[in-house]
């Protein structure tokens, strides 16, 4: 069974900067630590939407709103795959809920999310 864990929410002042981990644990074998694996936030009154993806070791894509301030990175050792996502220049747009999504063998898992507030 695949879960995932999400950490490094928080509170933080516009300009400032937050690192999210999500620790997956229950992969095995030759995809583990490259299956595609994302983050998606959920703003206040909002549909949940990709913040940014990762696929293999280093194949990443990000929405638009993101592009130059977050990055996306990943982490495989034997049986855990951590992913990252360093937000920089964080501005109150970006406050959510952010959410870690892992795609493994046919099927999507998701975390159960960690709040990123971003204040004026």
């Known amino acids: 069974q695949v879960q995932l864990v999400e950490s490094g929410g928080g509170l933080v002042q516009t300009g400032g900067s937050l690192r999210l981990s999500c620790v997956s644990s229950?992969?095995?074998?030759?995809?583990?630590?490259?299956?595609?694996m994302s983050w998606y936030r959920r703003a206040p009154g909002k549909e949940r939407e990709l913040v940014a993806g990762i696929a293999g070791l280093s194949t990443t894509n990000y929405a638009d709103s993101v592009k130059g301030r977050f990055t996306i990175s990943r982490d495989s050792a034997r049986n855990m795959n951590t992913v990252y996502l360093q937000m920089n220049s964080l501005k109150p747009e970006d406050t959510g809920i952010y959410y870690c999504?892992?795609?493994?063998?046919?099927?999507?898992?998701w975390g159960q999310g960690t709040q990123v507030t971003v204040s004026a």
């Open positions: 229950g992969t095995s074998g030759r995809i583990a630590g490259i299956n595609p």
């Open positions: 999504r892992s795609y493994y063998r046919g099927r999507e898992y």
